[in-house]
């Protein structure tokens, strides 16, 4: 122990110095942190908005695309009939000319089926910035109380931020990749005995 | 047993533009007699107080997600012989087979495809 006394008083003293440059460091790197942590609400709201357009913009797209499926729905019925009217007449040419007109609407239907699907990708984005605002709620928890810990703040506002951090902190979503496709699905399925 | 077009399907989906989506589908497959539910305690409410003989789900959803949904339906006497497919992001392995352990009849990853769906539908009313 008494070996042991001065390189201990002296790993103390570096560990002093460590703290006393972090707090230093920290201090100066108050303004910054505390913009930060005032920006991130911000961002997480612009992320809502984007959010919500993208799901107005969506939403406008299908009712315009149902809007041409029925349109296509009645011209295909009302063809279908004229067609068996002219088959009845014996006029076959101007018949299949119509057939052909019902087989490039039958083909449109599959590609505004397509776009309907495709429309998909909102519910994705959605779910994406849902969690990207749970990891801004999270750094922005952290932040505050990094501020508030060391005393960064504006006098008379640490303690009531102190409690204001621990309210914030929330645990962090996982943001985990959705890496696993519908072939790897099936093929687990397969395992299960789906077939 | 092949799917009547008559049946009564619920789309179950906390995300508006989800349920549009599938109940397109459904309807270009021929299925027109589709109702909607926002999460899983609306559906459990819905399906115990009609008739439904199928259910597409998403997984996340807030109140009571989907596999919750799923598992008490089959703990349920009168509604565990509907069969119940997942659709969903939730495309981590470990889902799946919590999926399939909870019983689902099929399982579809988004983003998907009118033939997936299909194919799902075909596989499940064989």
Request: proline letters at 3%; aromatic letters at 4%; glycine letters at 6%.
């Amino acid at each position: 122990m008494e070996n042991g006394g001065p390189k201990l008083y002296e790993e103390l003293g570096e560990l002093a110095r460590f703290v006393k440059d972090t707090m230093r460091t920290l201090s100066a790197a108050s303004p910054q942190l505390t913009s930060t942590s005032a920006q991130l609400p911000a961002a997480a709201s612009h992320l809502s908005d984007l959010k919500q357009m993208t799901e107005d913009g969506t939403l406008e797209v299908m009712r315009l695309t149902e809007l041409i499926q029925d349109n296509h729905g009645r011209i295909a019925k009302d063809l279908s009939a004229v067609v068996e009217v002219l088959r009845a007449m014996d006029c076959p040419t101007l018949a299949g000319r119509l057939e052909k007109v019902t087989s490039v609407l039958a083909q449109d239907e599959k590609y505004l089926t397509e776009i309907m699907t495709a429309l998909s990708f909102q519910d994705l984005v959605a779910q994406r910035v849902k969690k990207l605002v749970a990891i801004l709620n999270e750094v922005e928890g952290k932040l505050v109380e990094l501020v508030v810990i060391f005393g960064l703040q504006q006098s008379g506002q640490a303690a009531g931020d102190a409690s204001l951090a621990g309210q914030l902190l929330k645990q962090l979503e996982e943001s985990k990749t959705t890496a696993m496709k519908q072939k790897v699905a099936d093929d687990i399925l397969a395992q299960f005995g789906f077939k | 047993m092949p799917a009547d077009p008559s049946m009564k399907i619920l789309v179950v989906d906390d995300m508006v533009t989800m349920r549009r989506i599938v109940k397109n589908i459904l309807k270009q497959l021929g299925f027109g007699n589709v109702d909607e539910a926002e999460n899983g305690q609306e559906a459990l409410q819905k399906l115990r107080a009609d008739t439904f003989g199928f259910v597409v789900s998403d997984w996340n959803m807030p109140v009571m997600t989907g596999i919750d949904m799923l598992r008490a339906i089959r703990a349920d006497e009168k509604l565990k012989a509907i069969p119940v497919l997942m659709v969903t992001a939730e495309a981590q392995q470990s889902n799946l087979i919590e999926a399939v352990q909870a019983g689902v009849s099929n399982y579809i990853v988004k983003p998907f495809t009118a033939e997936t769906m299909q194919e799902k539908l075909g596989k499940i009313f064989k």
